[in-house]
């Protein structure tokens, strides 16, 4: 079992950037595939961006592809997105949840954190 805490959410300018942490308990961190979700309000949550267990692999939602980078320090136990070029679009809750398997594009994760949000003023 892993524990997922986010921060590093904020208010930000269009245009400006952000970086999201997630911090996992355990030992086993870096068996698991880490992923990052939102929600914004009155939506459904959607998948932002996905890496492999190694950093072998990643994945994204074609709304963030060359704005948002996924990243992971095994060593830290620590999975990042860096959010650059922000839209009000980009406004929402943001989750991260880690899976024992890598699949692109999944959306489906044995477990997740408890969200921190993001907000982007026009």
């Known amino acids: 079992q892993v524990q997922l805490v986010e921060s590093g959410g904020g208010l930000v300018q269009a245009g400006g950037s952000l970086r999201l942490s997630c911090a996992a308990s355990?030992?086993?961190?870096?068996?698991?595939?880490m992923g990052w979700f939102r929600q914004a309000p009155g939506k459904e949550r959607e998948f932002v961006a996905a890496?492999?267990?190694?950093?072998?692999?990643?994945s994204y939602a074609d709304s963030v592809k060359g704005r948002f980078t996924i990243s992971r320090d095994n060593a830290l136990n620590t999975v990042y997105l860096q959010m650059n070029s922000l839209k009000p679009e980009d406004t929402a809750v943001y989750y991260c949840?880690?899976?024992?398997?890598?699949?692109?594009?999944?959306?489906?994760?044995?477990?997740w954190g408890q969200g921190t949000q993001v907000t982007v003023s026009s």
């Open positions: 890496i492999s267990q190694r950093s072998f692999s990643f």
């Open positions: 355990g030992r086993t961190f870096s068996s698991y595939a």
């Open positions: 949840a880690a899976d024992p398997s890598y699949r692109a594009y999944a959306v489906r994760y044995a477990h």
